[in-house]
């Protein structure tokens, strides 16, 4: 599997780093989120990589950013 750049350790933010301002409107909130993680899909918690995939018939990436700002 070819690695993507965006993929790459050294370029991923975070994500015990991103703060997101509670008082916003939900879509302020959500975008204030992406805008500071940059790739929602693959990002960093501590030492851990994280990769997120989505089952067909899972939760959708709304339903997950949801539990994670409100």
């Known amino acids: 599997m070819k690695k993507n750049a965006s993929m790459e350790a050294p370029s991923l933010v975070d994500i015990r ?3 997101v301002d509670k008082t916003l409107t939900r879509e302020e909130r959500i975008a204030e989120f992406v805008r ?3 790739n929602p899909y693959c990002f ?3 030492r851990f990589t994280v990769r997120v995939q989505f089952a067909e018939n899972g939760a ?3 339903d997950c950013l949801k539990r994670i700002l409100i």
Request: overall charge neutral; charged content about 35%; some cysteine.
């Open 17 to 19: 780093e991103v703060s």
């Open 44 to 46: 960093k918690c501590g």
């Open 60 to 62: 959708s990436l709304e």
């Open 36 to 38: 500071q993680i940059k």
